[in-house]
T-cell receptor, first 114, second 112 residues
């Protein structure tokens, strides 16, 4: 069965430090990959998505993610964390295009310390 | 722009009670979804509707029913609530031909 694994349920960084949130997927077929962010008491918002056009994907708020087929990974990074980045981040996959039927990872809570 | 609106925001039920979660979107999207969010498990798809008049099961449909009332509205019904259905429920919609989901702010449901 297809699955998504996010390594680390909680990540803590200092303001200005590099953010790295890890995501691995299991599939024999390259999927469509997404990162969503959830701020407290809100629904999820799309940060970025990979759909095979380019392996390095840039999203909103300075985030980017790199698709590495050999490692079945799609890690999310941001060079310099801001306090407003504190939220829960979800990696998700879809194995068919044109559908919002996603398989989500468990989520990673990002804490940003001043 | 309201986007995706869910009601109620909070609900407490006793085991065996029934209720309907309401969802409406004003973006003229064809597809609508119901997900549940549980700690440590991410979001799981309960039901979806690819277009008006169609519904289909997702990953965890047991204990739920849905109705796509019209293009705007997609409701989720719990016929006989169980404690295992305590969760946060999210409705989402997407435009035809895209994977980008727009989420509502969620309904926090507790079943005692």
């Amino acid at each position: 069965a297809q699955s998504v694994t996010q390594l680390g349920s909680h990540v803590s960084v200092s303001e200005g430090a590099l953010v790295l949130l890890r995501c691995n997927y299991s599939s024999s077929v390259p999927p469509y990959l997404f990162w969503y962010v959830q701020y407290p008491n809100q629904g999820l918002q799309l940060l970025l998505k990979y759909t095979s056009a380019a392996t390095l994907v840039k999203g909103i708020n300075g985030f980017e993610a790199e698709f590495k087929k050999s490692e079945t990974s799609f890690h999310l990074t941001k060079p310099s964390a801001h306090m407003s980045d504190a939220a829960e981040y979800f990696c998700a996959v879809s194995f068919s295009s044109n559908t919002g039927k996603l398989i989500f990872g468990q989520g990673t809570t990002l804490q940003v310390k001043p | 722009n309201a986007g995706v609106t869910q009601t109620p925001k909070f609900q407490v039920l006793k085991t065996g009670q029934s209720m309907t979660l309401q969802c409406a979107q004003d973006m003229n999207h064809n597809s609508m979804y119901w997900y549940r969010q549980d700690p440590g498990m991410g979001l799981r798809l309960i039901y979806y509707s690819a277009s008006e008049g169609t519904t289909d099961k997702g990953e965890v449909p047991n204990g739920y029913n849905v109705s796509r009332l019209n293009k705007r509205e997609f409701s989720l019904r719990l016929e006989s609530a169980a404690p295992s259905q305590t969760s946060v429920y999210f409705c989402a919609s997407s435009d035809q031909g895209t994977e980008k989901l727009f989420f509502g702010s969620g309904t926090q449901l507790s079943v005692l």
